[in-house]
């Protein structure tokens, strides 16, 4: 990554825990935080469609920020989700306008003693207002359209004066749709405290712009070249507005892992399934691998760091600042200040201008702490893995010289497409949700209890590139959080570095595309609200944010440098000290 996405990504995370913890504030609801720019309660997502509070926190000033938290909290406060969902048109315009005008009368119900907020959200839909027309997506009829429905709603609502800059430019449109939407338009003003009584009155303008439009895209098709550019110009106006169900954004550059909801998890009563753990296992990785080729793989793995020119002494004192405590370690005696040394009193009648008649209590940094490095050993990892390997030696590495416990660990399968599992379940007919179908294979790299020096030669085989095959992310995140649940350490730390959505063939075509996901997705709430390990995920290439709360991107073809470095101590640092 480079400084400048180092520092875009830095504010974006800074900017979303100040808003999340805005809306906590006003809603009382306290599971609620941001996950790759996307307001979650828990585990559900929370998305914003009102399209004047669909902003990027990478990119927009604090201030919106500050208006779209504020607008969330209100949606919070003072809207049935059911109830809007229940009535929510299918068409992505009216759905569009429906959840404008929702979004709107929310906005209207600011407490009288609330006004840093009324005044947010009022500047924010002005700013809005003015880029909206600015940018030209009003010089066609649609646009124009939508955008006097929004200035005529907010007007009504808030009983105040339409847009001063755009109100000789919309006032044609506006009387032409004075007799059709007259009488909604009085009832949206009159049932704003009354969500029920509102929605019938904002369906009907809802399907009135809908209507108009398609008319109009009807008249357009008559020429069909003339068509075509018309429709070209309102999809690329409302592209963005229209886009409610986008899985992700690219982060920083970075595209983001893509996910959904299991139909194969979410009918199935029982959960996850295994449908048989008897081939899987947990093996010492270098046992994999032979002594020679062992050897060259370390060798190889120290001249890759060395040409890095890696600071680890830097890295270590980060790590100590970061993650170290002050613990007790004794007395230091001869000082200038601190208790009263009665033992040194008559110095100071031998000697009144001695000074170093005080001792103090001695203290230096312990980091208590233990950190696992889980690795996703699936076959698109291969190519990516020697600077991987140097990354996880080198943290390694300065966590020993800090004193801090460490193990490094990897999760693939036994064999490609199922293996004796997914035999198994073909020769007893294929029964209904079967769950995962593959052998899992778990590797210990390196143990907590073992030390860099003892264990450098292990962790080498990391380059065995046959030991990359599948990868089932959520039974690894459970084996590895269960492992450090054994160390007697009192932080205990997880960074999981992975490519991609879990991905294993005979699971996925057997269930769903979404089957190892929800039950990752599930493995990380319950771990999240036992509150015993602290989880980050590390991205190869790739925004993990849809999975992990705390997660980092990263660029692995590019050298190892001390700002990656730097962005993995803040994350590590980011979770509050236990």
């Given at each position: 990554?480079?400084?400048?996405?180092?520092?875009?990504?830095?504010?974006?995370?800074?900017?979303?825990?100040?808003?999340?913890?805005?809306?906590?504030?006003?809603?009382?609801?306290?599971?609620?935080?941001?996950?790759?720019?996307?307001?979650?309660?828990?585990?559900?997502?929370?998305?914003?469609?009102?399209?004047?509070?669909?902003?990027?926190?990478?990119?927009?000033?604090?201030?919106?920020?500050?208006?779209?938290?504020?607008?969330?909290?209100?949606?919070?406060?003072?809207?049935?989700?059911?109830?809007?969902?229940?009535?929510?048109?299918?068409?992505?315009?009216?759905?569009?306008?429906?959840?404008?005008?929702?979004?709107?009368?929310?906005?209207?119900?600011?407490?009288?003693?609330?006004?840093?907020?009324?005044?947010?959200?009022?500047?924010?839909?002005?700013?809005?207002?003015?880029?909206?027309?600015?940018?030209?997506?009003?010089?066609?009829?649609?646009?124009?359209?939508?955008?006097?429905?929004?200035?005529?709603?907010?007007?009504?609502?808030?009983?105040?004066?339409?847009?001063?800059?755009?109100?000789?430019?919309?006032?044609?449109?506006?009387?032409?749709?004075?007799?059709?939407?007259?009488?909604?338009?009085?009832?949206?003003?009159?049932?704003?405290?009354?969500?029920?009584?509102?929605?019938?009155?904002?369906?009907?303008?809802?399907?009135?712009?809908?209507?108009?439009?398609?008319?109009?895209?009807?008249?357009?098709?008559?020429?069909?070249?003339?068509?075509?550019?018309?429709?070209?110009?309102?999809?690329?106006?409302?592209?963005?507005?229209?886009?409610?169900?986008?899985?992700?954004?690219?982060?920083?550059?970075?595209?983001?892992?893509?996910?959904?909801?299991?139909?194969?998890?979410?009918?199935?009563?029982?959960?996850?399934?295994?449908?048989?753990?008897?081939?899987?296992?947990?093996?010492?990785?270098?046992?994999?691998?032979?002594?020679?080729?062992?050897?060259?793989?370390?060798?190889?793995?120290?001249?890759?760091?060395?040409?890095?020119?890696?600071?680890?002494?830097?890295?270590?004192?980060?790590?100590?600042?970061?993650?170290?405590?002050?613990?007790?370690?004794?007395?230091?005696y001869g000082e200038e200040e601190g208790r009263i040394d009665g033992r040194r009193l008559a110095q100071l009648v031998s000697s009144p201008t001695e000074r170093r008649l005080f001792y103090q209590e001695r203290q230096r940094p312990v980091a208590d702490c233990v950190v696992s490095i889980l690795i996703d050993c699936s076959g698109s990892m291969r190519h990516q893995i020697e600077p991987i390997a140097m990354l996880a030696d080198c943290l390694i590495?300065?966590?020993?010289?800090?004193?801090?416990?460490?193990?490094?660990?990897?999760?693939?399968?036994?064999?490609?497409?199922?293996?004796?599992?997914?035999?198994?379940?073909?020769?007893?007919?294929?029964?209904?949700?079967?769950?995962?179908?593959?052998?899992?294979?778990?590797?210990?790299?390196?143990?907590?209890?073992?030390?860099?020096?003892?264990?450098?030669?292990?962790?080498?085989?990391?380059?065995?590139?046959?030991?990359?095959?599948?990868?089932?992310?959520?039974?690894?995140?459970?084996?590895?959080?269960?492992?450090?649940?054994?160390?007697?350490?009192?932080?205990?730390?997880?960074?999981?570095?992975?490519?991609?959505?879990?991905?294993?063939?005979?699971?996925?075509?057997t269930n769903d595309a979404y089957y190892l996901d929800n039950h990752l997705k599930e493995v990380l709430a319950r771990r999240e609200r036992q509150n015993e390990v602290d989880i980050f995920g590390l991205g190869v290439g790739l925004d993990l944010s849809p999975f992990y709360r705390h997660c980092l991107a990263t660029d692995m073809s590019q050298a190892l440098d001390s700002h990656l470095f730097d962005e993995i101590v803040r994350l590590i640092g980011?979770?509050?000290?236990?």
């Amino acid at each position: 990554m480079s400084n400048l996405a180092q520092q875009q990504a830095r504010r974006q995370q800074r900017v979303e825990e100040l808003c999340a913890a805005s809306i906590r504030a006003l809603s009382g609801k306290p599971d609620l935080h941001f996950r790759g720019k996307v307001l979650y309660q828990g585990e559900r997502s929370l998305p914003m469609h009102a399209p004047h509070h669909r902003i990027d926190t990478a990119t927009a000033s604090f201030t919106d920020c500050r208006a779209a938290a504020d607008g969330m909290a209100l949606r919070l406060m003072y809207s049935n989700a059911k109830l809007h969902q229940m009535h929510c048109p299918q068409k992505p315009i009216a759905r569009l306008v429906f959840e404008l005008l929702e979004q709107l009368r929310v906005e209207a119900l600011v407490p009288a003693h609330l006004t840093g907020i009324a005044t947010n959200v009022e500047e924010r839909f002005v700013r809005w207002s003015q880029d909206f027309h600015r940018s030209g997506h009003t010089e066609n009829s649609s646009g124009i359209l939508l955008y006097t429905v929004a200035q005529m709603c907010w007007s009504r609502l808030n009983a105040c004066q339409v847009l001063e800059e755009t109100e000789d430019f919309i006032e044609s449109t506006r009387f032409s749709l004075a007799s059709s939407m007259g009488a909604s338009l009085s009832g949206l003003r009159r049932t704003r405290h009354q969500q029920a009584a509102f929605i019938p009155h904002a369906l009907a303008i809802a399907e009135l712009v809908d209507g108009i439009i398609e008319a109009q895209r009807a008249e357009q098709d008559a020429d069909e070249d003339q068509g075509q550019d018309q429709d070209q110009d309102a999809q690329s106006s409302f592209a963005l507005l229209l886009d409610f169900d986008q899985d992700g954004d690219d982060s920083d550059g970075f595209a983001t892992a893509r996910s959904g909801a299991s139909r194969a998890y979410g009918e199935n009563q029982q959960g996850y399934q295994v449908y048989s753990n008897a081939y899987d296992r947990e093996v010492k990785a270098s046992n994999l691998v032979r002594a020679a080729q062992l050897e060259e793989y370390r060798e190889r793995l120290d001249k890759g760091i060395s040409e890095q020119g890696i600071n680890i002494q830097r890295l270590a004192r980060q790590l100590t600042a970061t993650l170290a405590r002050p613990q007790s370690d004794g007395w230091s005696y001869g000082e200038e200040e601190g208790r009263i040394d009665g033992r040194r009193l008559a110095q100071l009648v031998s000697s009144p201008t001695e000074r170093r008649l005080f001792y103090q209590e001695r203290q230096r940094p312990v980091a208590d702490c233990v950190v696992s490095i889980l690795i996703d050993c699936s076959g698109s990892m291969r190519h990516q893995i020697e600077p991987i390997a140097m990354l996880a030696d080198c943290l390694i590495r300065a966590l020993d010289m800090i004193g801090a416990s460490s193990e490094l660990l990897g999760f693939t399968t036994n064999t490609w497409n199922g293996g004796k599992p997914h035999k198994e379940w073909m020769r007893q007919g294929r029964p209904p949700y079967p769950g995962r179908l593959n052998e899992t294979c778990h590797l210990v790299f390196k143990e907590a209890n073992c030390g860099w020096r003892r264990s450098r030669r292990d962790i080498a085989a990391l380059l065995k590139g046959d030991l990359f095959r599948e990868g089932v992310d959520g039974e690894a995140l459970d084996w590895a959080c269960n492992r450090l649940l054994t160390c007697s350490e009192n932080r205990k730390i997880l960074i999981v570095i992975s490519d991609g959505s879990p991905a294993d063939s005979a699971t996925n075509l057997t269930n769903d595309a979404y089957y190892l996901d929800n039950h990752l997705k599930e493995v990380l709430a319950r771990r999240e609200r036992q509150n015993e390990v602290d989880i980050f995920g590390l991205g190869v290439g790739l925004d993990l944010s849809p999975f992990y709360r705390h997660c980092l991107a990263t660029d692995m073809s590019q050298a190892l440098d001390s700002h990656l470095f730097d962005e993995i101590v803040r994350l590590i640092g980011h979770q509050k000290r236990r």
